[in-house]
């Protein structure tokens, strides 16, 4: 019987099409969902898979890829592994993305034992790789991520402040421009935060202790877990769906308070791991000033009420120190 699998993926994950079927699976907002089903070596593996057309697809598929990579090669029991990225051979408009089968149904017993906050308190506590070219971890990413279909600029950067009011806000706001029609206001507003706000919060000489870790970068509460991975232990905490950077472990935290869905122990247990950084009387708003770019990416996304929050957001920064 002839396979309903491109042969591209089929040649990607060293299958044998005789044995391999897909069938929809899930949903996603950006993209089709799919489980792969196959025989190997007489025992049945399953993957996860998306689809997508055209080159933002294709941009979007390479981001997560790397993205949940760079988490479980730190944490494996946090996210799947993601095995191949690519093109359809039948189809070349369109992409594919194949990763560990994460059953978020499942309540087997035998995982880790690991919280979430145990797990993200590893994750943002082992230092970032030196990227090729450099001699040092930096602030980035070696690919194009992107958070909903928002892509993000990860150019390396040695300041995490000039990352975050270059890559992140200015970057952002200009995608919320184009994408709904000039704003003096917002942008006269953003462009203050950057030039004034983040260097006064997040500047070197002024933020104590930071380096470059894995952030997640989309980790609200949707994008959070139980579920078993790839078939074998026990359902864990586990999060998906990641757009990475290394950066400073508290811009994780932005879009975790912004959403909600975390309760009192995790962050007790967090805080416990990873403790705030100095100076700690400004971390709520540097939290704040995280959430700001979420905002603004809703904002250019979907338009509407996400602009009041981050007008909010940065009325109260400015009222404080600007």
């Not at 690519?86 to 499942?106: C, E, I, V, W, Y």
């Not at 806000?169 to 421009?177: E, F, K, N, S």
Request: some cysteine.
């Amino acid at each position: 019987m002839a396979s309903n699998v491109d042969p591209a993926i089929i040649e990607a994950l060293a299958l044998d099409p005789s044995t391999t079927k897909l069938s929809s699976h899930g949903g996603s907002g950006f993209a089709s969902t799919f489980k792969l089903s196959s025989t190997v070596k007489g025992k049945e593996v399953n993957y996860f898979m998306k689809t997508g057309t055209g080159p933002d697809a294709e941009l979007m598929f390479r981001g997560e890829h790397e993205s949940l990579n760079a988490i479980h090669n730190i944490v494996p029991s946090l996210c799947p592994k993601s095995y191949a990225h690519g093109t359809f051979r039948n189809s070349p408009n369109k992409h594919f993305m194949a990763t560990d089968f994460l059953d978020l149904n499942s309540s087997a017993p035998g995982g880790s034992g690991e919280t979430l906050a145990q797990k993200l308190a590893r994750l943002h506590t082992t230092p970032a790789p030196i990227p090729e070219g450099f001699d040092k971890p930096m602030y980035g990413f070696p690919v194009t991520t992107c958070c909903g279909s928002s892509p993000q600029n990860n150019t390396w950067k040695e300041s995490w402040a000039e990352f975050y009011a270059n890559n992140r806000l200015r970057v952002i706001i200009a995608d919320g421009i184009k994408n709904n029609g000039a704003d003096a206001e917002l942008a006269k507003m953003v462009e203050k935060t950057a030039e004034v706000i983040v260097p006064r919060l997040l500047g070197d000489d002024h933020l104590k202790g930071v380096r470059p870790v894995v952030v997640h970068g989309d980790l609200w509460s949707g994008n959070h877990g139980r579920g078993r991975i790839a078939g074998k232990g026990g359902a864990e905490d586990v999060v998906f769906d990641p757009s990475c950077v290394y950066g400073h472990s508290e811009y994780e935290l932005g879009i975790m308070r912004m959403f909600g869905g975390f309760g009192s122990n995790f962050w007790r247990e967090y805080e416990s791991l990873v403790p705030k950084a100095e100076p700690k009387e400004e971390w709520a708003d540097r939290v704040a000033l995280y959430e700001l770019y979420h905002h603004l990416n809703h904002w250019a996304l979907f338009g509407g009420s996400y602009r009041t929050g981050a007008m909010s957001i940065m009325k109260k920064l400015h009222s404080k120190y600007g």
